[in-house]
T-cell receptor
């Protein structure tokens, strides 16, 4: 069974469009994250949600809006897509314990043309 | 910025032990050392973590120096499937959900037949 899943796996779109990436975890975790990995392969945290509450927001443009309908889901909506948004986006989850390990999804490769 | 320094790349022969070093000279007393790896085109995968003592699990061993300023990840019998980028991360013991993993450039380990 897939622990952390993301859809879609690939997303190609035009500048200015609005798109969403979905993430679901079946691990029963309380905390979920979004990370961005750019073309230089740097992996940076964007958001963290704990029991549907925003915990970490790493100076991400407000065109990015995470939404957590329940503990098992954390979706990422991006408005007015820009070329610089092209990257691989990873979702992750962990338990509400410290220290703990984060389980990552397979990633969504977003290409903005 | 990442608080760790790792070699850019390393090679290892299949079946031999792979020893990956990491310097974290500014580590604080409440910070854990985590190791993750990212196999090409996949999401990062947790390997191991430790605070002061050496740790071992089914994947690897983690050796932390007494002053905690450096550590070594050991893959005892490297296989071709261990070829990946290995990230050493120090992270403060925050509240659950605020575990902010700051990924550096990591070490590209290539296991050769």
């Amino acid at each position: 069974d897939t622990a952390v899943s993301q859809t879609p796996k690939y997303l190609v779109t035009q500048m200015g469009n609005d798109k969403s990436i979905k993430c679901e975890q079946n691990l029963g975790h309380d905390t979920m994250y979004w990370y961005k990995q750019d073309s230089k392969k740097f992996l940076k945290i964007m958001f963290s949600y704990n029991n549907k509450e925003l915990i970490i927001n790493e100076t991400v443009p407000n065109r990015f809006s995470p939404k957590s309908p329940d503990k098992a889901h954390l979706n990422l909506h991006i408005n007015s897509l820009e070329l610089g948004d092209s990257a691989v986006y990873f979702c992750a989850s962990s338990r509400l314990l410290v220290p703990d390990t984060q389980y990552f999804g397979p990633g969504t490769r977003l290409t903005v043309l | 910025d990442a608080k760790t320094t790792q070699p850019t790349s390393m090679d290892c022969a299949e079946g031999r032990a792979a020893n990956l070093p990491c310097n974290h000279s500014t580590i604080s007393g409440n910070e854990y050392v985590y190791w993750y790896r990212q196999i090409h085109s996949q999401g990062p995968q947790y390997i191991i973590h430790g605070l002061k003592n050496n740790e071992t699990n089914e994947m690897a061993s983690l050796i932390i120096t007494e002053d905690r300023k450096s550590s070594t990840l050991i893959l005892p019998h490297a296989t071709l499937r261990d070829t990946a980028v290995y990230y050493c991360i120090v992270s403060p013991l925050g509240q659950g959900g605020s575990e902010k993993l700051v990924f550096g450039k990591g070490t590209k380990l290539t296991v050769n037949p």
